[in-house]
C-alpha cells in the first residue's frame, strides 16, 4: 500500500510562489509515475502536471505550463511542484497522485494523497 503525503500549501499573493510537496512510502516498484491533480470549490478535479522518470516525461495543463514546474527526487522518495506567478484562479486543494505507467497516472491513479489547500489571493 502506497501512502502520499502532501504539504507546503497555504495563502499567497497573486504574482506569488509556492512549493508543493508529496512524500510517497511503501512503495514496491521502482517503476511510476507521479502526478499532481487539483480541485477548486464547485468544479471537477483537474490534471496539472505529470512526471515519469524512467520514460522521461513532464506534461503540463495548458493553464499552468510556464508556471509550474513538477520534479521527482527519487533518493528521498519526493515529488514537487513548483508554483510561480499564481492566479486567483490557481486556487485549490491540490492533490498528488502515481501509478505504475503514465498512462496509469494520467487516466486513473492508483494512489492518492490527501491533499493540501492553496489560495491565491488577489
Known amino acids: 500500500q502506497v501512502q502520499l503525503v502532501e504539504s507546503g500549501g497555504g495563502l499567497v499573493q497573486a504574482g506569488g510562489s509556492l512549493r508543493l510537496s508529496c512524500a510517497a512510502s511503501g512503495r514496491t516498484s521502482s517503476n511510476y509515475a507521479m502526478a499532481w491533480f487539483r480541485q477548486a470549490p464547485g468544479k471537477e478535479r483537474e490534471f496539472v502536471a505529470a512526471i515519469s522518470w524512467n520514460d522521461r516525461i513532464e506534461e503540463y495543463a495548458d493553464s499552468v505550463k510556464g508556471r509550474f514546474t513538477i520534479s521527482m527526487d527519487n533518493a528521498k522518495n519526493t515529488l514537487y511542484l513548483q508554483m510561480n506567478r499564481l492566479h486567483p484562479e490557481d486556487t485549490a486543494v491540490y492533490y498528488c497522485?502515481?501509478?505504475?505507467?503514465?498512462?496509469?497516472?494520467?487516466?486513473?491513479?492508483?494512489?492518492w494523497g490527501q491533499g493540501t489547500q492553496v489560495t491565491v489571493s488577489s
Open positions: 497522485a502515481t501509478g505504475l505507467t503514465y498512462t496509469v497516472v494520467r487516466r486513473r491513479p492508483d494512489y
